[in-house]
């Protein structure tokens, strides 16, 4: 996401702005850039007088206005930070709008509005986008985790193998915030030099090596019918680690993918396919016809409605995999 590496390294030049709005469904990178902030603005000997946090459930717009127009005392910049933001009264953000027309240029004032972006309609949207920096953020594609994860591994100085990077999507999936936890506890436990590999991930992040998302989607594109049944059952018996939404996004995704490269032959790279893996995505692909694809993503999403109550009378999860097995068996 270019706008967000050009505002972090704007922030790393000291390169401030006096309002900045960030939202979106992607929490990683607004918390990214706050910490980015924080690091360079805020320090602990001044942190009492020149640093005041909100939250949107009890924060009212007058007094982060009023805080907002104090002058530092110890520090060169007032930091105020409103987290949170998505739970405010919706009145409040035309009271801020007042304050980010004019913005005190003492002050940098960080708005955290998280869960979906902030409403470009709004008095507020429009102050900052000329007073300040505005950063809509959203979750990566699936084709964009195994190169994020790539790069994340590079800036911790980490070197993976590809099987490594492939169980971390499946495992985790797009959450990022979890996806660097992760990586981190990965720094600290593997030696220096050494090469993450599947047995790193199976012993630090608790992935079975056999029984995951990964390894399921495998055995159906492959045809391997016994070992995908003893899959679920796995799956299915420790929910906690392998919720049921995740693996049905895991196989939607892979299904996507097999379309993709069966239909316009598109490059591997660009799907988030490693070369490492991309003879098993082959074989799967000519296992399957285009027709045939498509309605394994069709029962994957049947399945996911499933999951949420719709179409169904009281399936479990271990009701809804079987089924949706035997559906995807049966093309």
Request: aromatic share 10%; net charge positive; with cysteine.
């Amino acid at each position: 996401m270019q706008a967000f590496f050009t505002l972090l390294s704007k922030i790393q030049k000291e390169q401030f702005s006096p309002v900045y709005l960030l939202s979106g469904n992607e929490s990683f990178y607004i918390d990214a850039i706050l910490k980015a902030l924080t690091d360079k603005l805020v320090h602990e000997a001044s942190k009492d007088f020149d640093y005041s946090l909100f939250y949107g459930k009890e924060a009212q717009a007058s007094e982060i206005i009023e805080t907002a127009k104090r002058y530092p005392m110890l520090s060169q910049y007032n930091v105020v930070v409103v987290k949170e933001a998505q739970f405010m009264n919706v009145s409040q953000f035309d009271l801020l709008a007042t304050y980010a027309a004019q913005p005190m240029p003492q002050t940098v004032v960080v708005i955290c509005y998280k869960n979906k972006p902030f409403d470009k309609r709004k008095k507020l949207y429009k102050a900052i986008e000329k007073s300040g920096v505005v950063l809509t953020v959203k979750p990566l594609y699936d084709n964009q985790l195994a190169p994020w994860i790539s790069d994340q591994a590079r800036v911790l100085k980490l070197q993976m193998e590809p099987v490594a990077i492939e169980l971390l999507v499946a495992y985790i999936g797009a959450n990022l915030s979890r996806l660097e936890s992760e990586m981190k506890k990965l720094k600290l436990v593997v030696a220096d030099g050494e090469i993450v590999s599947r047995e790193h991930i199976e012993k630090y992040i608790g992935i079975s090596k056999e029984f995951n998302s990964f390894e399921l989607q495998k055995a159906i594109g492959l045809g391997q019918f016994s070992k995908a049944f003893q899959i679920i059952q796995y799956l299915t018996r420790n929910p906690k680690d392998h919720p049921l939404v995740l693996t049905l996004a895991t196989l939607h995704a892979y299904f996507q993918k097999l379309l993709l490269l069966k239909g316009i032959g598109s490059d591997p790279k660009s799907l988030g396919i490693s070369p490492y893996f991309i003879k098993e995505y082959q074989v799967a692909a000519n296992r399957f016809s285009m027709r045939q694809l498509t309605q394994a993503m069709e029962f994957v999403m049947e399945a996911d409605l499933k999951s949420k109550g719709i179409d169904a009378v009281n399936q479990s999860p271990k009701e809804i995999l079987e089924t949706l097995l035997l559906k995807l068996f049966s093309l």
